[in-house]
């Protein structure tokens, strides 16, 4: 079925370890985002995609990496996890054009011990 | 840079009645897109309604509906006939024309009581 994938649903792992998140559309979408949720705060944008090989830094990128070698998929890695990288993390896409939505995936709880 | 304010954290309703979850935003554009996600306990996010601001009519889909005041910054939700499965968090969301990025805010958790 058309949609976007989030892989794993739930990860529990250790500080200092590395993590990577995947996210998978099927929708041929050119932009993509990475989004973490935690409370109070809404969702605030990580790092975004226009384009296989063009990612740029959103809101909140420090100590994340991703990269987009194929249009969909774009992976997010916490190098080093720290505690407070623990939440939600959604990932979503959109086409271009000016009134165009963000269509989520599931999202990936993420736990950091 | 934009900001999007809900000042209700929590709201709660009786089935059938109806409900409004208020959204201000700062921006010095003239022209831009607003939305409204709900995320129920499942997590997903699901797009309810969204109002471009060059348009002067208020967006509808079926029982929800929104208040836009642009002079104001004001993007309000109403919910009409509330129903169970409308217990969720609501985010409101901005996005400049061709921009692409939506700035969220902290949501409104809305619980439908029996």
């Known amino acids: 079925d058309a949609g976007i994938t989030q892989s794993p649903r739930y990860k529990i792992t250790e500080t200092g370890r590395q993590v990577t998140l995947m996210c998978h559309q099927t929708w041929s979408h050119s932009y993509m985002f990475w989004y973490r949720q935690d409370l109070g705060h809404g969702l605030r944008l990580i790092y975004y995609s226009a384009a296989a090989d063009i990612t740029d830094k959103g809101e909140v990128p420090d100590g994340y990496v991703v990269s987009r070698s194929k249009t969909e998929n774009f992976p997010l890695t916490l190098e080093s996890a720290t505690r407070s990288q623990t939440s939600v993390y959604f990932c979503a896409s959109s086409e271009p054009g000016s009134s165009q939505p963000q269509h989520f995936g599931d999202g990936t709880r993420l736990s950091i011990l | 840079a934009q900001t999007v304010t809900q000042s209700q954290p929590e709201m709660s309703v009786q089935e059938a009645e109806t409900v409004t979850l208020s959204c201000t935003y700062d921006t010095s554009e003239s022209n831009y897109y607003l939305f409204w996600y709900k995320q129920p306990p499942s997590r997903q996010m699901i797009l309810v309604i969204r109002?471009?601001?060059?348009?002067?009519q208020n967006a509808t889909e079926n029982r929800f509906s929104v208040n836009f005041q642009k002079a104001a910054k004001s993007f309000s939700l109403k919910i009409s006939d509330s129903q169970l499965g409308d217990t969720a968090m609501y985010f409101c969301?901005?996005?400049?024309?061709?921009?692409?990025?939506?700035?969220f805010g902290p949501g409104t958790r809305l619980s439908v009581l029996p």
């Open positions: 109002q471009e601001a060059y348009k002067q």
């Open positions: 969301a901005f996005m400049k024309p061709f921009g692409q990025n939506f700035v």
